[in-house]
């Protein structure tokens, strides 16, 4: 018996979806301010090495298991190798846990749409934005509730567990198709906009000064693996589960390379725009770009609002802007939702409609009532560092270990690749796999767990520490074992749809 599976109608509708889900707020609100904290423009060097040794290779990885086994991250590690099923699942669970502050984020972004059109962050867009709309008070463990960040962020969700439920193609796919050409359109719009400001080079120069000391701090090569982790979807089951729902016979390996260097592109691409626009933020006021930029993950908040105000029909800039990083969310929120939602249809023999409804109410309640909170700045900071910088790479280190040393399926894993591929994988693919990216994980892992429980995190309270980064993490991990021993409730998911000899 076959269980029916749905498929993209095509292999272009596949790539816009990646190319959706990679595209998100990872390129435009996080790369430029991670980029210029850790080295400007030397940081491209560590982040090119990362797309080249891990991205590009667990790119592939991830779309041979998911194309090859058919399944959601679970299914497909079982299939592989019927005791890797727990990295499948501290996949989904990882996704399900990026997705309750994600989803925050374009909440503020969409907030952030609407406040442009009156320029509504007055003189001061800093005290606005931490004060005045997200109400951030001390750094404690829960915090009060705040109905205006709270109520666009059920919206979010909503539209996210619609599209979801709605299924692939016509959901999923059809949102792409839609959004994407749109989304590329408005952004490259505004990146020559913002080339055009006064100021723009100066901005440039910033970003594009290399600081070589920079290549020498592990934390950038921390932050430069992260980062592209993030900034692809790798090894998040994000890009396995869009691969299960191809086409046999598809060429996968062009299609990756077509979505990891578009990915690359928009990320700098944005960093330009960005700093351009700093650039002139800079001369208008006298600040220089340094400390223009300095705002972390504020900076888009902070910053923008503040330029928007400088700039002639800045309402219009302002909106367009804060738009495009709504629909470059939203493209990826779904692909976040899709593996955990797939994973439990198929564990628990339910519609892959049921499953989305119950997954992402649970996961929707959890992050209304965390993050749009008078404290849910400081544990969004903290949930995105431990997901990213501890959990991902410990994760995926002993995935790929495990993969290549102890289950030995690359060579089956390149066949398939290779198959239908026109970009062929040879031995530098195991060689990136096996070798490299784990001796690297293991440091950047080793690195950021040492330095984390050494100095703590900006310094925020252990306890918020405790809970939201080490607690979550440690959750997950047994979640995800537990979740191994819950037998599959229907046995067809298992058998179904696997040729291992194709
Ligand atoms: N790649 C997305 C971005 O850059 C985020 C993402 C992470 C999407 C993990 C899916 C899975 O914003
Ligand atoms: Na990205």
Redesign the pocket.
Known sequence: RTVHREAFSSRTVFILAAIG???????IW?YPYVAYSSGGGAFLIPYLVALLTAGIPLLFLDYALGHKFRGSPPLAFRRLSRWTEPFGWVQVLM?LA?ATF?ACVIAWAASYAWFSLTLAWGDDAEAFFAGTFLQQGEATMFGGLVPTVAIPLVLVWVVNIAIVAIGVERGIGRLNRFLLPLLIALFIGLVIRSLFLPGAMAGLDAFFTPNWAALGDPQVWIAAYGQIF????VA?G?MLTYASHLKRRTNLTASGLVVGFS?SAFEVLAGIGVFAALGFLAAQSGVPVSEAAAGGPGLAFVAFPTLISQMPFGQIFGSLFFLTLVF??IT?LV??LQPPAMAISEKFGISHRAATLSVGTVAAIVSISIFPTTTGLNTLDVVDNWINNVLLVSNTLVMVVVVVWVVRKTPMLARHLNGVGSFKIGGWWTVCLGIVTPLILGWTATQSVITLLRDGYEDLPGALLATFGWGVVGGIVVLAVLMTFVPWRNEDHLAAGVDLDD
């Open positions: 889900s990679a595209v998100g707020l990872g390129n996080r996704c990026i994600y993030f900034s692809l979807s998040f994000a990915n470059a969310g990826s692909s976040i």
